[in-house]
């Protein structure tokens, strides 16, 4: 039965419920790949570690159908090209908000949709290069934010499975032009290095299925990553993806066991 | 399950991304001669000036290139194939070699001792900062040796510098000896630049690659050099530049600049060039290339890579015997300039004087 209709027979106004933060810390460690042509044609492959966190709540206009998240995350990637001759580093900063629609469905299930104003910013570095040592990976625009959810149990354990999948849409982001130096930017020529994104020149995907242990005063997730990102302007491809393994933690858990009447954003 | 949506990711993605291919050489002789003519080919921006036929040139020396054809043997055919772009700014680094082009020096007199200039003219008595020698020559003559701009030259220690020269010894003309000095950063450039003048000039203009097609260069951008805020020391009086051959990139640049100024004469030989700001790219075995890729003109907007010239009447060469009998032709030179002028300023006012009238 959905929560809002036992909500509606206790005769229980929605709107008056608490309306919890759902807060998750989530470290990931895994593989990634990254291909920026302004600094090499080769393709360079190592490890990433990232720390992150999503604060997520009901919203107060629409408790029952939507929720509002804010995010935040940091990756670092060490990586190296297919000879082992040089080293690329790199690190990015991403922060987003958004607000979804959620629609509570038939057995267990529920859908989400909305929305993320996202901004990147970050860069790769290949530490041999002299005057084009940096790809700025630097952009800012709205994504498309879809998530299918599960919850069941295994015994008297609540579990929630969930497949979260985010999508850029519209933004802007930085470029160099195909042949241009640190030093002609530096020097103050800043022609041509913003750009319009869309999904022919900037398409990225992060999917994220996760599995969500409720225990009540807390809850442990665990989830599989896949992020890409490829952007082309200026005649330059930058491509990155990253195949990461995440371990999270929510603190006040997610509700699934009713310890309390409340609007939960989480499920 | 993470399997299989990857899987239909990847097949997503490969769908949406396909129009923007890399290209994927293949780690073997022909593969990595191949990424390095592509390479070259789409990025160096002087194949016009120098008349190059890159297809030509790569097609001669991809010949000599066989699958069998050893690290070393590659090395060589690749570091010969770089050598018909005559540009000191060109290096291919392996695990065991980097390849220069060096005909651009050795090909000239050098015009130059280190030895003969600190043990008879600094009598290696000499103060050094920020990788400068300095010191106040007879007649009152400021003199700064500047053998590299590799190492970043701090606003401070040029501070120092010129309170030392013209504040403490009241120096009434400077040299500034650059000769073998083979770059390094740019940005040392307007360091230096901003203490002789007192306004916004036009050093040169810079353009760069918009893609991979020979004739693709983005419309020239202005470089301007701005003067040190008034919390530095700056001096307008007389410059006399020294230089030879081996002076290139930064240092060949810096000429390029200062002989733009109306109180500064550049003296000795013309410069080695290097006018082009080198990008870097790396091969299938992780060989890296350097290569000239940014074109840098001077403030007529004409090409700096083939080297700078002395000022008009300023031309002066040192022969080996009189460098090794201690004689420094090109120093003595701005010296005797120096000191023309002084005594002839002694005659009139005592006062200013005005050494380069034209």
């Known amino acids: ?267 | 399950m993470a399997k299989y949506i990857s899987i239909i990711f990847s097949t997503f993605l490969l769908l949406l991304s396909a129009c923007h291919d890399t290209p994927d050489y293949k780690d073997d002789p022909l593969g990595n001669f191949d990424a390095l003519a592509d390479i070259v080919g789409q990025r160096y921006c002087y194949f016009e000036e120098k008349g190059i036929d890159w297809k030509a040139v790569c097609a001669k020396h991809r010949a000599k290139v066989k699958p069998e054809t050893g690290q070393l043997e590659l090395f060589k055919i690749m570091s010969d194939l770089l050598d018909e772009l005559q540009d000191g700014h060109v290096n291919l680094s392996s695990r065991f070699s980097t390849s220069y082009y060096r005909k651009w020096w050795t090909d000239y007199p050098q015009d130059f001792n280190l030895r003969t200039l600190q043990q008879y003219y600094l009598d290696f008595d000499y103060m050094s900062v920020s990788g400068m020698n300095y010191k106040m020559l007879p007649d009152s003559i400021g003199y700064i040796y500047c053998p590299s701009f590799s190492n970043q030259i701090s606003e401070t220690s040029l501070d120092y510098v010129f309170a030392v020269l013209y504040g403490v010894e009241k120096a009434k003309g400077m040299i500034i000896d650059i000769r073998n000095n083979g770059g390094g950063l740019l940005t040392n450039i307007n360091t230096l630049v901003g203490r002789f003048i007192d306004k916004e000039i036009c050093g040169g203009y810079i353009r760069h690659k918009t893609g991979p097609s020979s004739d693709a260069f983005s419309e020239p951008y202005k470089i301007t050099f701005k003067p040190a805020d008034n919390t530095h020391v700056r001096y307008q009086g007389p410059i006399i530049v020294l230089t030879n051959r081996s002076c290139y990139s930064a240092a060949n640049n810096f000429v390029a600049v200062m002989k733009s100024l109306p109180n500064v004469r550049i003296c000795g030989a013309s410069t080695g060039g290097g006018g082009g700001l080198p990008f870097s790219s790396e091969l299938p075995n992780g060989w890296a290339i350097r290569f000239s890729a940014c074109p840098i003109t001077d403030s007529d907007d004409k090409p700096t890579e083939f080297g700078i010239d002395p000022s008009k009447g300023y031309e002066v060469h040192c022969t080996e015997e009189e460098l090794a009998q201690g004689k420094d032709a090109i120093l003595d030179f701005a010296i005797e300039v120096y000191r023309k002028a002084f005594e002839a300023a002694d005659k009139k006012t005592q006062r200013s004087f005005n050494i380069f009238p034209y």
Not at chain 1, 76 to 102: K, Q
Not at chain 1, 166 to 174: E, R
Not at chain 1, 205 to 224: C, H, P, Q, W
Not at chain 1, 240 to 258: D, E, H, M, R, Y
């Open chain 1, 1 to 267: 039965m959905a929560i809002s209709s036992i909500f509606s027979e206790m005769g229980i106004a929605q709107d008056s419920l608490p309306r919890p933060v759902t807060s998750t810390y989530r470290f990931e460690v895994g593989a990634a790949n990254a291909r920026s042509t302004y600094l090499s044609p080769l393709r360079y492959s190592g490890t990433l570690w990232g720390a992150s966190g999503e604060w997520m709540k009901a919203f107060q206009k629409n408790p029952e159908h939507l929720i509002m998240t804010f995010a935040g995350g940091m990756n670092y990637r060490n990586m190296l090209n297919p000879p082992h001759s040089a080293r690329m580093l790199g690190f990015d900063a991403r922060f987003n908000w958004g607000l979804a629609y959620r629609w509570r469905m038939p057995n267990n299930l529920q859908l989400a949709a909305g929305g993320l104003l996202d901004i990147n910013g970050g860069a790769l570095y290949l530490t041999r290069n002299g005057n084009n040592p940096v790809t700025a990976l630097a952009s800012a625009g709205i994504d498309l934010d879809l998530s299918l959810s599960y919850h069941f149990k295994i015994g008297k354990l609540p579990i929630l499975i969930t497949d979260r999948l985010q999508l850029p849409v519209l933004g802007g982001f930085f470029s160099p032009q195909y042949g241009e130096t640190f030093y002609e930017i530096y020097i103050g020529n800043h022609k041509g290095l913003a750009h319009c994104g869309w999904w022919g020149n900037n398409f990225g995907v992060n999917n994220m299925l996760s599995i969500k242990l409720d225990f009540g005063r807390t809850a442990m997730e665990l989830g599989y990553r896949y992020d890409y990102r490829s952007v082309y302007a200026n005649h330059l491809v930058t491509r990155t993806a990253v195949n990461s393994f995440v371990i999270g933690v929510i603190p006040q858990g997610l509700g699934l066991k009713k310890r309390v009447k409340a609007n939960y954003a989480g499920y």
